[in-house]
């Protein structure tokens, strides 16, 4: 199994910042893609970005330009900055891995998620 714990989530006044921290941990796994989805109340998950091995992302375009995804291969972990919060980025944001693991085909891992609230 893999295991994705998060963590940096809270509450901030529009304009600020916060950073997201999802570390993997398991046994025998290659990560092959991370990245942040959220989802807010009565909507659908979305994905929020997208980070591959090679360190090529794509963002959507809500959160361009205010957003950054980074990876540390070394610790199986993503990072989310994210500056510039609106009340609109308000969701639950949780990390997803997609995994190789010997013997069995590449799948998806979830984070348990994490709030961001923006609120003045």
């Known amino acids: 199994q893999v295991q994705l714990v998060e963590s940096g989530g809270g509450l901030v006044q529009p304009g600020g910042s916060l950073r997201l921290s999802c570390a993997a941990s398991?046994?025998?796994?290659?990560?092959?893609?991370m990245g942040w989805y959220r989802q807010a109340p009565g909507e659908e998950r979305e994905l929020v970005a997208h980070?591959?091995?090679?360190?090529?992302?794509n963002y959507a375009e809500s959160v361009k330009g205010r957003f950054t995804i980074s990876r540390d291969n070394a610790k199986n972990t993503v990072y989310l900055q994210m500056n510039s919060l609106k009340v609109e980025d308000t969701a639950v944001y949780y990390c997803?891995?997609?995994?190789?693991?010997?013997?069995?085909?590449?799948?998806?891992?979830w984070g348990q998620g994490t709030q961001v609230t923006v609120s003045s």
């Open positions: 398991g046994s025998r796994f290659s990560i092959i893609t």
């Open positions: 980070i591959t091995n090679d360190g090529s992302t």
């Open positions: 997803n891995a997609f995994v190789s693991r010997i013997g069995l085909f590449p799948s998806d891992y």
